[in-house]
């Protein structure tokens, strides 16, 4: 109904991941003497896709024909994977299975696809690629390529039951289903080699743990932490060969928005306890260990702009959000005092937004004082008290609305802090219904104003389909309060009324 909801990331995301794809396929020299042909040939023209995927098809002499479904059919591919170990034969045989589901479209063909694999050693080491099948010409780079929707290989002379890495580097935008145990998960996370997979394994066996707390909590059942998990987490924190970047992101937690996808009917208090108690359990068998690396990383230093700094940064405070998880101020507030950039005090105060101690309430008033005049600084101070845990925030908030600092018709003032609210889902989803009702309200204003930024604000409703009983109920008052206003703008309206279906 309206352009400006058709602009998503996801055109971008898809049109990105396709080309690396084709990247992966015919290597970087062709993929190089594709994009000088292309600009040659095509300069100044209004260009189609097909002529992108001539441009690499005369290049490369690698036949793209089939690869053009990527661009016609939606939806992402599933592929489910199975493994036999034929310990007589030492051979591994493994199966991949494509399936589709597209709502708009229907019988549509496999897809065309490189997947990258490894088979490693009970020690993590890569074993040699020695497959059965002689018909693919890439296995050398580790890659088989992919098009139909069942396919079997048998990898031979692999002489113990291994472990696969799969779908290396996400050399695919695929859902992978596999059959790895908890185990396995694990082991990857401590000693793959390719470092997507390895955050894959960090993100995949923390959500593992995170659904069995989140599970006992719903049944009123005890809680336990998990020492394949915390086992694997320091040996990724004491890993020195890791990038620091990606340190952190292996040891960050999945968020809960992540966390919110992988339940069929969600209960958001339970999500974020079931964070906060693996925080705490993992801080309480390991601080010492976290502190240990976190005063290596806390050196005092002039600030430096680089890679090696940004990462060392953002590796340190994400060990401070889990040793503030005990809600002792003393660190965090040392952190704050003695920061020298606006990342490393942002940081500290994030961690205090969530205690309850006087030096929260200094470091907040100093830091708001400091930089109330400087409207960027003040999209993270609003972004921080719009994200916290505590009971006040939905208060704290509806204060600030009314600060001197908050400017409603400023789009970047709202996204930071009635969308910051929105996406924090513990008080969003109130029991009482009054989070709803609030971004309802701030929607409906926003919609005379900007009707682009009420229609983004809407989509926090998406989950709509997902809630319980009572919270749905709740929900359809305030959804139906939007489509039912006169005069509503076409943007809100689609928005709102897909979600209603």
Not at 98 to 117: A, E, G, R
């Amino acid at each position: 109904m309206q352009i400006n909801n058709f602009y998503t990331a996801t055109i971008y995301e898809k049109g990105a991941e396709v080309i690396r794809m084709i990247h992966t396929i015919i290597g970087e020299n062709s993929f190089r003497k594709g994009m000088d042909l292309y600009f040659k040939t095509f300069d100044g023209q209004a260009v189609r896709t097909e002529d992108f995927l001539w441009a690499m098809q005369e290049a490369s002499g690698f036949d793209l024909e089939h690869f053009k479904l990527w661009y016609s059919q939606s939806g992402t591919p599933e592929v489910d994977v199975k493994t036999i170990y034929n310990e007589d034969k030492r051979s591994l045989e493994l199966s991949l299975t494509q399936s589709f589901f597209s709502p708009t479209q229907t019988n549509q063909k496999p897809y065309f696809f490189p997947f990258k694999l490894a088979i490693l050693d009970a020690k993590g080491k890569k074993l040699t690629l020695k497959l059965k099948d002689k018909n693919q010409a890439l296995i050398d780079r580790g890659i088989i390529l992919i098009s139909q929707e069942k396919q079997k290989f048998v990898f031979q002379e692999i002489l113990e039951a291994p472990i696969l890495s799969l779908n290396q580097n996400f050399s695919a935008p695929i859902k992978l289903n596999t059959p790895y145990s908890f185990d396995e998960y694990a082991f990857l996370m401590a000693f793959d080699s390719d470092e997507f997979n390895r955050f894959e394994a960090s993100q995949t066996l923390a959500t593992m743990v995170l659904s069995k707390l989140i599970n006992a909590l719903e049944y009123n059942a005890p809680m336990k932490g998990s020492e394949s998990y915390a086992n694997a987490f320091i040996a990724v924190l004491n890993d020195k060969r890791i990038d620091n970047s990606l340190k952190a992101d292996m040891l960050t937690l999945p968020s809960v928005t992540m966390l919110m996808q992988t339940r069929k009917v969600l209960d958001i208090e339970a999500i974020y306890m079931a964070r906060n108690f693996l925080k705490r359990e993992i801080v309480r068998e390991y601080g010492a260990d976290i502190r240990v690396v976190y005063d290596r990383l806390n050196i005092n230093k002039e600030y430096e702009v680089n890679s090696d700094e940004i990462a060392r940064r953002k590796l340190k405070n994400t060990l401070l959000s889990y040793l503030g998880s005990l809600k002792d101020e003393t660190l965090a507030i040392e952190q704050y005092k003695n920061a020298n950039n606006m990342t490393d005090k942002l940081s500290a105060l994030t961690v205090l937004s969530n205690s309850r101690g006087d030096g929260k309430k200094e470091a907040l008033a100093d830091f708001y004082n400091k930089y109330k005049n400087n409207t960027l600084v003040m999209n993270k101070y609003l972004a921080v008290i719009a994200s916290s845990e505590l009971k006040e925030t939905p208060e704290n908030v509806k204060k600030l609305l009314e600060d001197e600092v908050f400017d409603i018709k400023v789009p970047n003032l709202v996204r930071s802090l009635i969308g910051s609210f929105a996406r924090n889902s513990l008080h969003f989803h109130a029991l009482d219904g009054s989070g709803y009702t609030f971004i309802a309200d701030k929607v409906l204003e926003l919609d005379k104003l900007n009707p682009q930024i009420a229609s983004g604000l809407s989509g926090v409703f998406k989950d709509y389909g997902k809630l319980n009983d009572k919270a749905k109920a709740l929900m359809k008052i305030e959804l139906k309060k939007i489509v039912n206003t006169k005069d509503l703008s076409k943007n809100v309206y689609e928005i709102v009324s897909k979600i209603l279906g």
